[in-house]
């Protein structure tokens, strides 16, 4: 099956600090990825759709200031959590659909938890 | 408007079956999604149905009624390790997910 990866898997950092992290897919093209934030004991909450070549959607609520992506590649989409705050420690998911099998069935990243201190 | 229902928290025993329950409303739908995600990891697939029935996997079975908005997850014999949660998620008339809450299953010996 399509594999997804997703790099850190997890990072500690200092309030104010910049955090970036990639979502690739390894053996297939995406040319759309999502990112998901999960708090704990929470369900899965969709931040921003990213589009390879053109603006990331974001969801309402979500800053896009503050959450910047780039899908520079058909196999590359990267989330960067800018001036993070401990409030923004979370359990973020990337996530990808392939265009083969069952349609919009979606390939997850390991995911990548975030502790700012 | 659109919504996706699924209970909180269920508890099963070791070897025995559960049902887990997912109710949705939709005025556009491309199919339904059932994923299972254990604590601190991502989620993983485990069955889609885009046609009325039961469509069955090993232990795992789901079920659609496109009629009444309503799915189920039916889980058989279960492990110890089938402790998780469990997603359920449409695809809207664009093609987009939409996510349920999640139902916490918890198995006790």
């Known amino acids: 099956g399509a594999v997804v990866s997703q790099h850190p898997s997890r990072v500690i950092c200092k309030s104010g600090t910049s955090v970036k992290i990639e979502c690739r897919s390894l053996d297939f093209q995406a040319t759309t990825m999502f990112w998901y934030r999960q708090f704990p004991k929470q369900s899965l909450m969709l931040m921003a759709t990213?589009?390879?070549?053109?603006?990331?959607?974001?969801e309402q609520g979500v800053e896009k200031d503050k959450f910047l992506i780039n899908h520079a590649s058909l196999t590359l989409s990267t989330l960067t959590v800018t001036s993070a705050h401990p409030e923004d420690s979370s359990f973020y998911i990337c996530s990808a659909p392939t265009t083969s099998g069952i349609p919009n069935e979606q390939f997850f990243g390991p995911g990548t938890r975030l502790t700012v201190l | 408007g659109q919504n996706i229902d699924q209970p909180t928290e269920m508890t099963a025993t070791e070897g025995a079956i559960v049902q887990i329950n997912c109710t949705y409303q939709t005025s556009g739908f491309n199919g339904l999604f059932w994923y299972q995600q254990h604590a601190g990891e991502a989620p993983t697939f485990l069955s889609y149905?885009?046609l009325d029935g039961l469509e069955e996997k090993g232990r795992f079975s789901s079920f659609l009624s496109r009629s009444k908005g309503y799915s189920y997850l039916l889980l058989k014999e279960l492990q110890m390790k089938d402790s998780a949660s469990y997603l359920c998620a449409f695809l809207d008339s664009n093609y987009q997910l939409i996510w349920g809450a999640g139902t916490k299953l918890i198995i006790k010996p």
């Open positions: 990213s589009n390879e070549g053109s603006k990331a959607t974001y």
């Open positions: 149905n885009v």
